[in-house]
């Protein structure tokens, strides 16, 4: 098991509503990535934090925000749910080297179901 | 931007047979690939991973190959157990420092006792 921890486990919203989902990062890791799963496919890029700056973002609206707090920690936030954001949403952790990318280590994941 | 693609969806094998997966992927750039296995309802865990400076590496019965050319590599399993019964997703990464993962759509292999 890594040392990636994400709280809550589960979540039911409703349509319109909001969301923050939590993530701790393994430790001497400063790099967060914050991924959505869809039922049977493989996760899909949402952004990456490093040193409490947005660092890269994927193919999602500005409905979908974030934070890095000094001790590396993380939030996802999710505004206006929709029905297709039910999904599980990993966060994975890295350290940052300067030879190239480093391994992600993920989380357990927050499955969100939106009603 | 970066496209995985993997193949097949479903394998099913074997107990003790072999199983092989592959994935193309489309940016020349992309320089490190890893294979992460899932569980049901578990996190996706790093199986085995290769660099692009490398072509083949091998950790007891996971192996896993790249072909930088043809812009492919597979994932081998060797001896498989009913254990081995999960997800498996190929990715690809790029850049110095801090990257992303692009994910393929994963393989469920199933493992027959």
């Known amino acids: 098991e890594t040392g990636v921890t994400q709280s809550p486990t589960h979540l039911i919203k409703t349509r319109g509503q909001q969301v923050t989902l939590r993530c701790s990062s393994q430790s001497g890791h400063n790099t967060v990535s914050w991924y959505q799963q869809a039922l049977g496919q493989g996760p899909q890029f949402i952004f990456q934090y490093y040193r409490e700056e947005e660092n890269g973002r994927g193919n999602f609206p500005p409905r979908f925000s974030g934070l890095q707090f000094p001790n590396y920690s993380s939030e996802l936030n999710v505004n206006a749910l929709e029905l297709d954001d039910s999904a599980l949403y990993l966060c994975a952790s890295s350290p940052v080297a300067s030879g190239g990318p480093e391994t992600q280590y993920f989380g357990p994941g927050t499955r969100l179901l939106v009603l | 931007g970066e496209n995985v693609e993997q193949h097949p969806s479903t394998l099913s094998v074997q107990e003790g047979d072999s199983a092989v997966i592959k994935c193309t992927y489309s940016d020349s750039a992309s320089n490190y690939f890893p294979w992460y296995k899932q569980e049901l309802g578990k996190r996706p865990q790093l199986i085995i991973d290769?660099?692009?400076?490398?072509g083949e590496k091998k950790d007891q019965r996971i192996a896993v190959t790249l072909n930088k050319t043809a812009k492919h590599f597979s994932l081998h399993i060797t001896e498989t157990q009913p254990e081995d019964s999960a997800v498996y997703f190929c990715?690809?990464?790029?850049?110095?420092?801090?990257?992303?993962?692009?994910f393929g759509k994963g393989t469920m292999l199933l493992v027959s006792p």
């Open positions: 290769i660099r692009s400076n490398v």
């Open positions: 990715a690809a990464s790029k850049g110095r420092g801090y990257s992303t993962l692009t």
